[in-house]
């Protein structure tokens, strides 16, 4: 089976920051690979698919890169409303552990 | 608007069972593959189990293999979870979600707010 891993585990940033999120397949997946946010209480949402496409709706200050092994998340300026936790994703199946973004 | 509704979550005890269900509306429901994503409390996201559109395919993460069983009635927009000889750690908020078929990529576009499974003696 692939694993997925992500780090940071958690970061502290502030409103505005840069943020960058890494994730790494343990064998190649191409490009399929999506990432969500989850905020406490809440289901996951969608953020991006294939890697780097941006779902419907959601704001451009997010965007996703890579292929094969390793991805990257970025959140170009951090808002008050990012503040969640972000999972990678093997498309179809296994999440990554998750990287919990809290302010600084 | 795109809906899916959990139900049948509850308190259980080790090695009973539960069947759990997802009430879809607002997409042709017999057009999509779904999925079952549980999340223990406290932790991450946990890939449960998949059914294709037609119920050709159907997948499960090796931890519910032989004890969980995925259905679904397109006549009824209905998914479901049959679980068996529950566990403690199968303890979790269990949320169905649609699988992005426009795209063919894997992904999870539409998820219901999930129904709580406790097993506890």
């Known amino acids: 089976d692939i694993q997925m891993t992500q780090s940071p585990s958690s970061l502290s940033a502030s409103v505005g920051d840069r943020v960058t999120i890494t994730c790494r397949a343990s064998q190649s997946i191409s490009s399929y690979l999506n990432w969500y946010q989850q905020k406490p209480g809440k289901a996951p949402k969608l953020l991006i698919y294939a890697a780097s496409s941006l779902q419907s709706g959601v704001p451009s200050r997010f965007s996703g890169s890579g292929s094969g092994t390793d991805f990257t998340l970025t959140i170009s300026s951090l808002q008050p409303e990012d503040f969640a936790t972000y999972y990678c994703?093997?498309?179809?199946?296994?999440f990554g552990p998750g990287t919990k973004v809290d302010i600084k | 608007e795109v809906q899916l509704v959990e139900s049948g979550g509850g308190l259980v005890k080790p090695g009973g069972s539960l069947r759990l269900s997802c009430a879809a509306s607002g997409f042709t429901f017999s057009s999509y593959s779904m999925n079952w994503v549980r999340q223990a409390p406290g932790k991450g996201l946990e890939w449960v189990s998949s059914?294709?559109?037609?119920?050709?395919?159907?997948y499960y993460a090796d931890s519910v293999k032989g004890r969980f069983t995925i259905s679904r009635d397109n006549a009824k927009n209905s998914l479901y979870l049959q679980m068996n000889s529950l566990r403690a750690e199968d303890t979790a908020v269990y949320y169905c979600?649609?699988?992005?078929?426009?795209?063919?990529?894997?992904?999870?576009?539409?998820w219901g707010q999930g129904t709580l499974v406790t097993v506890s003696s």
């Open positions: 994703q093997q498309s179809y199946s296994a």
């Open positions: 979600a649609r699988e992005d078929s426009d795209t063919a990529m894997g992904a999870f576009d539409y």
């Open positions: 059914i294709s559109s037609s119920s050709s395919y159907i």
